[in-house]
């Protein structure tokens, strides 16, 4: 897979340690914390610095972070366009040297799809309505502090019939960003009305704006991707 890349990264001063690299050269990891280049790139990382407020606010670090999870960062690092797939992993996440493998027998069985990703675990119970997936985040305060925003928007697309609370809630701690273009609209809506609302838990907007694009997502259950170690902590 010579077009592809792997990205994560950390915004904000909460966390001081990443996870090893699973490709020294694939693998970019980005930060606007100079205080971790050393230990990004002890670990096998490129390092990419972004010029973005260092603050030690969690909601503000971690809206941050949706710059990157949402390929908003293309703009500003046009280098990277030239890349056909892109994999997305939260740096809480340890993924193994050979998950490249596994990405690679993913997406030569879903080639008509434009991305990939995980239903979210049967661990924490199977979530199949939006609302599920708000009560799980209620018990995070910095998810908490702003989801009556959250709920009043939901509750006006629910009224007027433009979506189902019935949705299956998928985990955006891992993409495979197969055909972006496709996409675009999708994730730049979420990464929008995560920073309209102040509210980092985008899996929520993700079971709202991805019902119109059915075609274009694949999903698949978390415990498919061998290589791949959730909520691992480094």
Known sequence: MDSVVIISCIFGTKF???HPSPDKEKAFFFTNNPGLK???IKKGWNYIYVNKPLTDDYITSCLQAKYIKFLIFLEDFPEFKEK???IYTDHKILVLPNVLNEVK???DNNIDKSIIINQAPSCW???TNINHEIEAAMKQERYARNMDKTKKFIKTLVDSNEISEDVII???GFLIY???EKIKHLIDNIYEKCLEHQQ???QIYWGVFSQKYKEEIKIIQWEDLKNVNRWTFP
């Open 38 to 40: 050393d230990e990004i």
């Open 125 to 127: 119970g199977l979530k």
């Open 16 to 18: 001081n340690s990443v």
């Open 200 to 202: 980092p838990e985008c």
């Open 170 to 172: 998928c985990s955006t």
């Open 178 to 180: 197969i055909n972006r």
């Open 105 to 107: 027998v993913l997406i």
């Open 84 to 86: 056909k797939t892109i």
